[in-house]
């Protein structure tokens, strides 16, 4: 394997061994990361992963978000009321493709009910500490995930995306997320929030190590390398109007950076942002969920997390008929096109979230929970929405760690994947312009 990588096939039973015994001691920090671990099958991994040739995620350890099916488990999607499900026959497709490529994994990690949060916390199996910032919320719903890399556990982790599900929790904890295309990852064996916006995606501390995850993960040929415009377009009229001090100097930092490394950064108002802003966007996962577990809603909801199963959530589902719901797909599939036409190949640059990761204390009330969820939201889903690819990579500035997200239209990921790569060599100081 690469030296950039500190995983291999041959120290993988090695880091391993250390990473349980770390999990054993049970330090408050690593709490709650983990709804089940997989060690008795992860050294038999490991072990076949030593005798296989050094391959690109031989011996790595990944962590999986309790949504994917891990042969002979339970996949619980953080619920309590599928805690008793059958164990799983076989892997979910993504998973299968990352136990052929030699990968080990930890086991299911913890997140956000049925993922329906950008917060990530969880009533049921506790909700795991922000890694940078003590007495903080790690954001999610991909939360155990998030905070798995941050802590050192995991190499990679694998989680979903819906409206920033991977994004918002690697921009509050310091890592790098990635969201790709929705076409380009299976989601076969993962259990859905909204079929329509769904995406499954990898967090690692580098955007390499994202990339190397992602063309293991990715379907067909690994055609979808459409070449992005070296030019940044930040929105001035979408998402930069509730910016936290430290994010807003943050963020002015690293646009700043980026000019100075050679980019052309082009402020301008966007027609299609303006659009998006009266589109119901909660009518997916509220519509769409309600679809998938209605039994449960029905009949268990006793058992589900209240701030999922309540009214401004999956009990909203109940306000739109289906005319009034097709009119809102209708409506998005016209947004795609238009952001086609506005964005071009050009990609889109935002603070991946306005805001610095919030207290645990301060999620108690339902009211400022309801509100800060629909906030850091607000800027990922734009890349569910209009059906892009997108990635939050991680700076520094000022003593706080903020997330700055690069967006491109659907089918560009290599090419964002490689561009990302080089933006986050110069915000971190180790880059050189070399864009050719």
């Not at 309790?66 to 805690?83: P, S």
């Not at 295309?181 to 299976?186: F, G, I, L, R």
């Not at 209240?306 to 109940?318: C, I, K, Q």
């Not at 339902?366 to 800027?379: A, I, T």
Request: net charge negative; charged share 20%.
């Amino acid at each position: 394997m690469s030296d950039q990588f500190q995983w291999s096939s041959k120290s993988a039973t090695s880091r391993l061994s250390a990473v349980k015994q770390r999990v054993l001691e049970d330090p408050p920090e690593l709490r709650n990361i983990f709804t089940q671990t997989f060690f008795t099958e992860a050294f038999e991994q490991a072990k076949k992963a030593e005798a296989m040739p050094e391959s690109a995620l031989a011996g790595a350890l990944i962590s999986i978000k309790d949504l994917f099916d891990v042969k002979g488990h339970v996949t619980k999607a953080g619920t309590r009321f599928m805690a008793t499900d059958p164990l799983a026959k076989s892997d979910a497709t993504t998973i299968a493709k990352l136990r052929q490529a030699g990968a080990v994994f930890l086991g299911h990690t913890n997140m956000t009910e049925l993922a329906y949060s950008g917060l990530g916390l969880n009533p049921h199996y506790g909700t795991p500490e922000n890694a940078l910032v003590d007495g903080a919320i790690p954001g999610g719903s991909t939360s155990g995930g998030a905070v798995s890399v941050a802590r050192g556990l995991a190499d990679i982790a694998i989680g979903t995306d819906t409206g920033g599900s991977l994004r918002i929790p690697a921009a509050f904890n310091g890592i790098v997320g990635f969201k790709p295309s929705q076409s380009t990852v299976s989601v076969a064996g993962c259990k859905p929030l909204s079929r329509s916006l769904d995406s499954i995606g990898p967090m690692a501390n580098s955007v390499s190590a994202c990339a190397v995850a992602y063309k293991t993960m990715a379907t067909g040929n690994q055609s979808n390398g459409n070449d992005v415009t070296r030019e940044f377009v930040v929105p001035l009229n979408y998402g930069l109007d509730d910016l936290e001090p430290k994010v807003a100097e943050g963020f002015e930092a690293a646009v700043k950076l980026i000019q100075n490394s050679g980019y052309t950064v082009i402020e301008t108002d966007l027609d299609v942002l303006e659009a998006l802003n009266s589109l119901p966007i909660w009518q997916f996962s509220s519509i769409e969920s309600r679809a998938e577990y209605d039994e449960a809603y029905q009949n268990q909801r006793d058992l589900m997390d209240p701030r999922v199963a309540g009214p401004t959530r999956m009990g909203r589902a109940n306000e739109v008929n289906a005319v009034e719901y097709r009119k809102t797909l209708n409506r998005r599939a016209a947004l795609i096109e238009q952001y086609k036409s506005e964005l071009g190949a050009r990609v889109l640059l935002m603070p991946t979230v306005p805001i610095l990761p919030p207290s645990f204390d301060s999620m108690e009330s339902d009211e400022e929970y309801g509100r800060v969820n629909l906030q850091v939201l607000r800027n990922p889903s734009i890349a569910n929405v209009m059906d892009c690819c997108s990635i939050s990579i991680p700076f520094h500035h000022g003593g706080s760690a903020i997330g700055i997200m690069l967006t491109a239209v659907a089918g560009h990921d290599l090419s964002l994947l490689n561009f990302a790569e080089e933006v986050h060599g110069h915000l971190t100081g180790s880059g050189t312009n070399d864009k050719g």
